[in-house]
């Protein structure tokens, strides 16, 4: 069993910074896919950004890329997510999530991940 907890959501003006990280439990923290998704009120959850397990691989959904970066330190078994830039279209709750196998074929699916968080609150103001 994996428990990820997410913190660092907030309230925001647009053009701000948030950093959000994701303490996951578990000695195999090091061999998980970890993504990022959030949901919008009224809308699915999408997928925000993934990392491979060793941190060399990333990938982010086109709304974010240039202003997001995935990072991950397994020797604290934390994922972050560096938002800059943050627009009124960012406002959501962001989760994390860990995908126990890399032989998956899309992890920018939620369906590949088989472990959440509870999710934090992030808005940003006008």
């Known amino acids: 069993q994996v428990q990820l907890v997410e913190s660092g959501g907030g309230l925001v003006q647009a053009g701000g910074s948030l950093r959000l990280s994701c303490a996951a439990s578990?000695?195999?923290?090091?061999?998980?896919?970890m993504g990022w998704f959030r949901q919008a009120p009224g809308k699915e959850r999408e997928f925000v950004a993934r990392i491979s397990w060793s941190g060399g691989r990333t990938y982010y959904a086109d709304s974010v890329k240039g202003r997001f970066t995935i990072s991950r330190d397994n020797a604290k078994n934390t994922v972050y997510l560096q938002m800059n830039s943050l627009k009124p279209e960012d406002t959501a709750v962001y989760s994390c999530?860990?995908?126990?196998?890399?032989?998956?074929?899309?992890?920018?699916?939620?369906?590949?991940?088989?472990?959440w968080g509870q999710g934090t609150q992030v808005t940003v103001s006008s």
């Open positions: 999530a860990a995908a126990t196998s890399n032989t998956r074929t899309n992890y920018s699916d939620l369906r590949a991940y088989d472990y």
């Open positions: 578990g000695r195999t923290f090091s061999s998980y896919v």
